[in-house]
Each structure stands twice: as structure tokens, then as C-alpha cells.
């Protein structure tokens, strides 16, 4: 397992009032005791979106300056523990949505809320669109901070499976999968390049997940959907369009090109599935 412990984490209680000076630190250490008490109880649950690139990109405000307005705290686990997570986050002090969690099974998603704080927590089964409009105006707003939990894949745009996957890092998902998010958005805003690249600025592109961007799962999972393929390219292509205006210093804006275009070689070279095949050919009709 790579643990990667990036930045301190404060003595706070969990489900305790973010600080009024720095309410994205506050998110991210309660996301950290989130992840810390699930591990403690033998269940994965692992950060996701903005507050884990935070953590991972330790530089990232101070060179990017992001201004995201982080509002959620965001985390991948397995379907198979759904029940263990409703334990985890009981016992953090969360109640239940009972109306969706038990009279709506099939909703897809669990709804927890802590009375003290108003801290919101969604947990997303099967999936999580951070596509989604409502999403996105929610966190603009920066309404109460809010917890999601998307179980097995999480879809952006395209489908991003983790099955198997969670437990090569902690406490977020994999590097490979966490720049995936940023890609894969199909209105892919500033934010979402400045998230990218301080991925790219701050961890190699190498074919293994030790503290690196796992290029070869990328290549892997492009090379199953030719969208997933078209959407990270273009996006790739937009990072690098975006570093004269990132904030970077020229010696790491050449550093982030060489891993673009290493992770983008590697992606076009990968033996592409049948069905990536046929979707190529299918989308070259339409075009």
C-alpha cells in the first residue's frame, strides 16, 4: 500500500466547525479522520475530487493559488462494504437520511447528516457524476461542506472503475485515478487544469502506483473506451495550453509538458480493445 501522508493532520474532532482562517484545511483533515476511522473499523473508504489533490500537492497553494470553493468531502469504497460504512460514519456522529437510505434502497446513494455541524454526507453507490450542473453550482455557492462516498466507479463523463484498486494508496483513490477525474470532465474548467497540474507538477508518470501517476492503468483503461481516450487527450492537450498561465516556474512547466507527453505516447501506443475499435470507427461516421 503506498500511504502518502502529505500534510499534518490537527487534533480536531471529527464532525468539529471548520476554522473560520482555513476552511479547505478543516475539510481535509476531516476527510482524513473519515478515511483514518474507516480503517480502523477493516473498511476502505478513500478520498476523492479537489480536497484530495490538496492533500497530495502539498505546493499546490502556493504556486497554482487555486480558488475553488471546496465544499464537499468526496470518497471512493467498495459496494460490498455499504453497510460498514453506514457503521463508520454512525459512529463519527453522523444520522441517517432514513427516507432514502431505508425506504428508497435503490436510490443508489446513502444521506447522512451531522446535527451538530449541518455537515452533510452523501454516499454514492456505483457511481458519482461530478459533471453534474447541481454539483458544480453547489460547491460555487459554497454551501455546507458535504461527504460523498462513490462505491466500485465514479463517473465523470466516462466511467472510471476502482474495483480492486482502493487499496494501492491511502487515504485518497490511486494518483492514476484521481488525475482521471480532472480529465475526463467534459466542460473542464481552470480549476479542474490547475488540479491537473499540480498532479503532473508533483508526482512522475511511471508504470506503478508508489507515490506516481500509474500511466500504464491509464493507458490500460483508455484503451477500453475510445471516449474515455478523446476526453483525456483533449484535456491533456488543454493542461498544456494552460502551463504559460498556471503559476509554474519554466523548470516545472517543462517538467509537466515531458510527463504530458510521456502519458500521452504511452496512451496512443496501448493495443486498443476491440470495442475501443469499433467506438472509434462509429464516432468517425458520425463526425
Known amino acids: ?17 471548520p476554522q473560520q482562517g482555513n476552511p479547505v484545511k478543516a475539510l481535509v483533515v476531516e476527510a482524513l479522520k473519515v478515511a483514518r476511522a474507516g480503517n480502523e473499523m477493516g473498511v476502505v473508504l478513500r478520498m476523492i475530487g479537489p ?19 471546496c465544499a464537499d468531502l468526496d470518497f471512493a469504497g467498495y459496494a460490498e462494504q455499504s453497510e460498514r460504512i453506514r457503521e463508520v460514519f454512525a459512529t463519527l456522529g453522523y444520522h441517517e437520511d432514513i427516507e432514502i437510505n431505508v425506504l428508497h434502497p435503490g436510490a443508489g446513494r446513502l444521506v447522512f447528516s451531522h446535527p451538530a455541524t449541518q455537515t452533510h454526507a452523501d454516499v454514492f453507490l456505483e457511481e458519482l457524476n461530478f459533471c453534474h450542473p447541481f454539483r458544480r453550482e453547489r460547491c460555487r455557492r459554497g454551501r455546507l461542506p458535504q461527504a460523498a462516498v462513490a462505491l466500485e466507479r465514479a463517473t465523470f463523463c466516462h466511467p472510471i472503475p476502482w474495483a480492486g484498486r482502493l487499496e494501492a494508496d491511502d487515504p485518497t483513490i490511486p494518483l492514476a485515478e484521481l488525475l482521471l477525474q480532472t480529465l475526463t470532465v467534459s466542460d473542464i474548467d481552470e480549476q479542474d487544469l490547475v488540479e491537473a497540474v499540480a498532479l503532473l507538477g508533483e508526482h512522475e508518470v511511471a508504470q506503478d502506483d508508489a507515490d506516481h501517476i500509474n500511466a500504464a492503468k491509464i493507458a490500460e483503461l483508455c484503451a477500453k473506451q475510445w471516449a474515455l481516450w478523446r476526453a483525456c487527450s483533449c484535456n491533456l492537450e488543454r493542461v498544456i495550453s494552460f502551463l504559460p498561465r498556471s503559476g509554474l516556474s519554466d523548470d516545472k512547466r517543462v517538467v509537466v509538458s515531458a510527463r504530458i507527453a510521456a502519458l500521452l505516447r504511452l ?7 476491440p470495442e475501443w475499435q469499433q467506438q472509434a470507427q462509429t464516432a468517425d461516421g458520425i463526425s
Open 1 to 17: 500500500m503506498n500511504q502518502t501522508s502529505r500534510g499534518s493532520v490537527d487534533d480536531e474532532p471529527v464532525g468539529g466547525k
Open 51 to 69: 480536497l484530495a489533490v490538496r492533500h497530495h500537492c502539498p505546493q499546490l497553494s502556493q504556486e497554482i493559488q487555486p480558488t475553488r470553493v
Open 267 to 273: 496512451t496512443d501506443e496501448f493495443p486498443k480493445d
